[in-house]
């Protein structure tokens, strides 16, 4: 399955520079970015997707989603989506990005808060794994939104983790679990 997802700049709609914004169906409502024929479904589905955006920001996934975590391989995209769709924000980096800043990327995961969940137990709503043949250093995602960085001390990454990650706003299945899944995130 081939998924395509229709772009536009949208500094003004995150108030984040350089954030690029995804046609979604309907999340936020008021986003009024573009018609629903050219929105990210929300279907379930089985093998793998290719994804048109790099990492992937939405579309049809995997019917379960992976645990929330650090991870030191790289992880299913299909998988990572039904965690965006649940509210997480997934940080990739290039799998050449130097081990100080792998590390940079590792405490500003263990740094953010817990968040309760409707269906599971409490989680950060942060996945980060190294991802082969990104556009950027580092790209972090949400569902329906993504920021290219060359660093990981550029403030626009904290920005973007608090505007979008569990939020009832951007998040199409707000108060979905990220953890009862499958995988195994590193421990500390």
């Not at 986003?31 to 997707?49: C, F, I, Q, T, Y």
């Not at 989603?65 to 990572?80: D, H, K, L, S, T």
């Not at 500003?108 to 996945?127: F, I």
């Amino acid at each position: 399955m081939t998924v395509q997802a229709a772009a536009h700049q949208a500094p003004d709609s995150s108030g984040i520079p350089g954030v690029t914004e995804y046609v979604t169906t309907g999340w936020p409502a008021a986003s009024r970015n573009g018609p629903a024929a050219e929105a990210l479904a929300h279907d379930h589905v089985a093998g793998p997707v290719t994804y048109s955006v790099t990492p992937p920001v939405g579309g049809p996934h995997n019917a379960t989603w992976m645990n929330c975590g650090i991870y030191g391989q790289p992880v299913p995209n299909e998988r990572a989506v039904h965690n965006l769709e649940h509210g997480a924000v997934w940080i990739t980096y290039q799998p050449s990005l130097p081990p100080s800043q792998v590390s940079q990327l590792r405490a500003l995961v263990d740094k953010q808060t817990m968040v309760p969940s409707a269906e599971g137990a409490a989680s950060r709503y942060m996945d980060l794994s190294p991802y082969p043949g990104l556009p950027a250093p580092i790209v972090v995602s949400s569902w329906g939104f993504q920021l290219k960085l060359s660093s990981p001390t550029d403030s626009r990454l904290q920005q973007f983790v608090n505007k979008f990650r569990a939020s009832a706003t951007y998040t199409p299945e707000y108060g979905g679990a990220c953890t009862g899944g499958v995988g195994t995130p590193l421990q500390k």
